[in-house]
């Protein structure tokens, strides 16, 4: 074997993160190891990659038969690991050469090298497909681009052992499959990769084995061929899955919300829109899916509503018996009674040094509140209530909201929204990145909040889900509305193609 990890234990304050976790991974072989939030698979793979250094976990690790004691991210990279985490550290202002070769640079006389720095570069990018010029600047890459220039600096590093985590959370489908040509082509060089991701989808389509892993402890490890997403799914969750998506019986009542003719322009582009004109209602105790590819202006038109979105605009917005013509800040739309969970959580939600207990409650601060004074008890048993019925695993109530899992923040994130008794929640991919059982929790927990009479907006880009969980479907392509199916007669193919296909006159109107 290439690699062998034999009874890894990492253990944090009151926590086992890995416990007594032993794999072996042969040369060019392509390993997912998945589990939920919180099971220990990035600790795992962070143990390898040197992040936690021999000291901070016990047992042993192999590399090629001979015993590794790595004292850091460098001293791996130097033995062949090469770990591309899921936010890369990459210099925006500097190039695509400066990237590849970041505290390495080759030199001559004491200086840089660029001559041979930039053919060096043009060497390990032209196998991954990155036609830009070394001397791109970083900043002018999309994702897709960056993971790729990341692959390139792995390979010019001598690898032996790729690790990815979650390297496709950010990316579309088309930019997915080009990095599964890439991750074929390293492992067909003899490179084993370790492969992190919640997607059970593309993990059956690219592993040759499967690792699955419950709550630190390593539940099993199967050929992918022959497993199925439900198989993982019941060997990650301990029990078996009779259905993904819970089934709800919900009366839908009167509209309790309307946006009309609402337009967010180009922020590069003058005369393009990417809201343009869309106008819509939601219904109380409906589950609205919003429905596009990326690009397709959701995420902007969400913001618009909240008066977040630059140059955005709208006729009037109706919640209940309120009207507005216009809004300033999200805070306006929490008084009228509807509020937004971003997409990107870490950077526009979870303020990192809270608490769970302040986490949950600081939107609703006012209302626990007396005189000015904050009534610690009421705040307390608020954070308390929620996270009990969100089913949130944390140490305690005072454990910083950092410290959870990816899932488990998105469950505070949403107890913070629904804590405030809003008629709408407009939430923008509410399960993206998270696993499979904290999905399962969010979906019981929205189901619940629609049977109460809650309207719930959910932009998704993930289609089964949108299908699985909404009652009207709104489709967006290029700014627009173009399409509404009742979730219960559509097809995927009717879904998919008003997602995708224009018609030659609307092919005209976005050529810039």
Same mark, same amino acid.
């Given at each position: 074997?290439?690699?062998?990890? $034999?009874? +890894?234990?990492?253990?944090?304050?009151?926590?086992?993160?890995?416990?007594?976790?032993?794999?072996?991974?042969?040369?060019?072989? %392509?390993?997912?190891?998945?589990?939920?939030?919180?099971?220990?698979?990035?600790?795992?793979?962070?143990?390898?990659?040197? @992040?936690?250094?021999?000291?901070?976990?016990?047992? #042993?690790?192999?590399?090629?038969?001979?015993?590794?004691?790595?004292?850091?991210?460098?001293?791996?990279?130097?033995?062949?690991?090469?770990?591309? =985490?899921?936010?890369?550290?990459?210099?925006?202002?500097?190039?695509?050469?400066?990237?590849?070769?970041?505290?390495?640079?080759?030199?001559?006389?004491?200086?840089?090298? !660029?001559?041979?720095?930039?053919?060096?570069?043009?060497?390990?990018?032209? =196998?991954?497909?990155?036609?830009?010029?070394? *001397?791109?600047?970083?900043?002018?890459?999309?994702?897709?681009?960056?993971?790729? @220039?990341?692959?390139?600096?792995?390979?010019?590093?001598?690898?032996?052992?790729?690790?990815?985590? !979650?390297?496709?959370?950010?990316?579309?489908?088309?930019?997915?499959?080009?990095?599964?040509?890439?991750?074929?082509?390293?492992?067909?060089?003899?490179?084993?990769?370790?492969? /992190?991701? &919640?997607?059970?989808?593309?993990?059956?389509?690219?592993?040759?084995?499967?690792?699955?892993?419950?709550?630190?402890?390593?539940?099993?490890?199967?050929?992918?061929?022959?497993?199925?997403?439900?198989?993982?799914?019941?060997?990650?969750?301990?029990?078996?899955?009779?259905?993904?998506?819970?089934?709800?019986?919900?009366?839908?009542?009167?509209?309790?919300?309307?946006?009309?003719?609402?337009?967010?322009?180009?922020?590069?582009?003058?005369?393009?829109?990417?809201?343009?004109?869309?106008?819509?209602?939601?219904?109380?105790?409906?589950?609205?899916?919003?429905?596009?590819?990326?690009?397709?202006?959701?995420?902007?038109?969400?913001?618009?509503? +909240?008066?977040?979105?630059?140059?955005?605009?709208?006729?009037? /917005?109706?919640?209940?018996? &309120?009207?507005?013509?216009?809004?300033?800040? #999200?805070?306006?739309?929490?008084?009228?009674?509807?509020?937004?969970?971003?997409?990107?959580?870490?950077? *526009?939600?979870? /303020?990192?040094?809270?608490? @769970?207990?302040?986490?949950?409650?600081?939107?609703?601060?006012? *209302?626990?509140?007396?005189?000015? %004074?904050?009534?610690?008890?009421?705040?307390?048993?608020?954070?308390?209530?929620?996270?009990?019925?969100?089913?949130?695993?944390?140490?305690?109530?005072? *454990? =910083?909201?950092?410290?959870?899992?990816?899932?488990?923040?998105?469950?505070?994130?949403?107890?913070?929204?629904?804590?405030?008794?809003?008629?709408?929640?407009?939430?923008?991919?509410?399960? $993206?990145? @998270?696993?499979?059982?904290?999905?399962?929790?969010?979906?019981?927990?929205?189901?619940?909040?629609?049977?109460?009479?809650?309207?719930? +907006?959910?932009?998704?880009?993930?289609?089964?889900?949108?299908?699985?969980?909404?009652?009207? /479907?709104?489709?967006? $392509?290029?700014?627009?509305?173009?399409?509404?199916?009742?979730?219960?007669?559509?097809?995927?193919?009717?879904?998919?193609?008003?997602?995708?296909?224009?018609? =030659?006159?609307?092919?005209?109107?976005?050529?810039?």
């Amino acid at each position: 074997m290439l690699l062998e990890m $034999q009874e +890894i234990s990492v253990e944090f304050p009151g926590v086992l993160a890995v416990d007594q976790v032993s794999i072996s991974v042969a040369p060019g072989e %392509v390993r997912s190891i998945v589990g939920e939030n919180g099971a220990g698979k990035s600790t795992l793979v962070k143990v390898l990659a040197g @992040v936690y250094p021999h000291g901070e976990y016990s047992g #042993s690790i192999h590399l090629d038969g001979e015993a590794k004691q790595l004292t850091g991210v460098a001293d791996a990279e130097a033995n062949g690991i090469v770990m591309i =985490p899921q936010e890369m550290n990459m210099v925006n202002d500097r190039s695509i050469a400066e990237n590849l070769f970041l505290n390495r640079v080759p030199k001559r006389f004491g200086f840089v090298d !660029e001559k041979k720095m930039f053919s060096l570069a043009e060497e390990y990018l032209e =196998p991954v497909g990155i036609q830009a010029s070394p *001397t791109t600047l970083v900043g002018e890459l999309g994702t897709a681009q960056k993971q790729m @220039v990341a692959i390139a600096s792995a390979l010019s590093k001598d690898v032996k052992v790729l690790i990815l985590d !979650e390297p496709t959370a950010t990316l579309s489908g088309h930019e997915s499959d080009l990095l599964f040509e890439q991750i074929a082509k390293v492992a067909a060089q003899g490179i084993a990769c370790l492969y /992190i991701s &919640h997607r059970l989808e593309e993990v059956l389509q690219i592993s040759d084995s499967v690792t699955v892993m419950r709550d630190g402890k390593l539940v099993g490890t199967r050929p992918a061929e022959g497993l199925s997403e439900k198989s993982i799914v019941e060997m990650m969750i301990g029990r078996e899955m009779d259905s993904f998506f819970p089934e709800r019986d919900v009366t839908v009542g009167d509209t309790v919300f309307a946006a009309k003719n609402v337009t967010v322009p180009h922020p590069m582009v003058p005369g393009i829109n990417v809201v343009d004109d869309v106008s819509f209602e939601v219904r109380r105790g409906e589950i609205l899916g919003l429905f596009g590819l990326v690009g397709a202006g959701r995420t902007e038109l969400a913001t618009a509503l +909240i008066g977040h979105a630059e140059g955005g605009s709208f006729e009037e /917005i109706r919640v209940g018996d &309120h009207t507005i013509t216009s809004i300033e800040h #999200s805070s306006r739309a929490l008084e009228l009674g509807y509020g937004y969970l971003p997409e990107d959580r870490k950077s *526009t939600a979870v /303020i990192p040094n809270l608490d @769970v207990t302040r986490s949950i409650s600081v939107s609703s601060l006012p *209302t626990l509140s007396r005189a000015g %004074v904050l009534d610690a008890k009421r705040e307390y048993e608020l954070a308390e209530e929620y996270r009990d019925y969100f089913r949130i695993k944390t140490r305690d109530l005072l *454990t =910083p909201i950092a410290n959870l899992s990816g899932g488990n923040q998105q469950k505070v994130m949403l107890a913070r929204l629904m804590a405030q008794n809003l008629k709408v929640l407009i939430l923008d991919e509410p399960t $993206q990145g @998270v696993d499979v059982g904290a999905k399962s929790e969010i979906y019981r927990i929205l189901n619940a909040a629609v049977a109460e009479g809650t309207a719930i +907006i959910m932009i998704s880009s993930d289609l089964p889900e949108v299908m699985g969980m909404a009652d009207r /479907i709104l489709v967006m $392509q290029r700014g627009r509305l173009v399409g509404e199916f009742d979730a219960g007669q559509a097809s995927s193919k009717d879904i998919l193609e008003a997602a995708t296909l224009l018609s =030659p006159a609307e092919e005209m109107d976005y050529v810039v």
